[in-house]
């Protein structure tokens, strides 16, 4: 039976991206570790993403969430946890996802079938290494898709409140022009 993915990652994988760093390099060693379960739960549950990761040249988290920023963005908040700039942790992952992409490839094969049987059959594993707070993060996701399906909510028009205007007003307005020319007809004579 293959090994691990996730053991397979960080052997291969975060030992490249994190031995080329000269700083922050446990920070950026513990960043991968809870990402490597998050990218391969991405992949068991869209699969198709696989083929789409590796068609583009540079593939990055923003493509692994479909273009979401703020899934992307409360996804690296979440994994920078004040430790390390989120712009740096962006860049980590960026180079981890090719990488991670290629060693899957070579393990198991350049077939994306292949791939998606060998982390399904470590399903478990990788779900059980999920941080706790990603279903909060993908929540995100899922009102993004909500408001674009959902149709929008017309607003009834406001109607003012209905005000009488009482019959008399203009009777009464009569009467005071009236008796005002009179008065004025008056003292004129």
């Known amino acids: 039976m293959p090994i691990n993915p996730m053991e397979l990652l960080k052997l291969k994988v975060s030992s490249v991206i994190v031995n080329d760093q000269t700083c922050l390099v446990n920070e950026k060693n513990d960043i991968l570790s809870r990402f490597y379960p998050i990218l391969l739960s991405r992949f068991l549950v869209k699969p198709e993403l696989v083929d789409q990761l590796k068609e583009k040249l540079t593939p990055s988290v923003y493509d692994l969430f479909e273009k979401n920023d703020q899934v992307k963005n409360a996804l690296l908040l979440r994994l920078a946890a004040g430790r390390v700039p989120a712009n740096e942790v962006e860049k980590t992952l960026n180079r981890a996802i090719p990488k991670s992409l290629a060693v899957l490839s070579n393990e198991v094969g350049n077939d994306t079938m292949s791939i998606i049987y060998y ?3 470590h399903k478990e594993s990788i779900y059980a290494l999920l941080p706790i707070w990603m279903n909060d993060v993908l929540y995100l996701d899922q009102l993004a898709v909500k408001t674009r399906l959902a149709p929008p909510i017309l607003s009834l028009p406001v109607m003012p409140p209905n005000t009488k205007q009482h019959k008399a007003f203009p009777f009464f307005a ?7 020319l009179l008065w004025l007809y008056q003292i004129s004579k």
Do not use: E
């Open 119 to 121: 982390l399904r059959d």
């Open 174 to 180: 009569l009467i005071f022009a009236s008796f005002s």
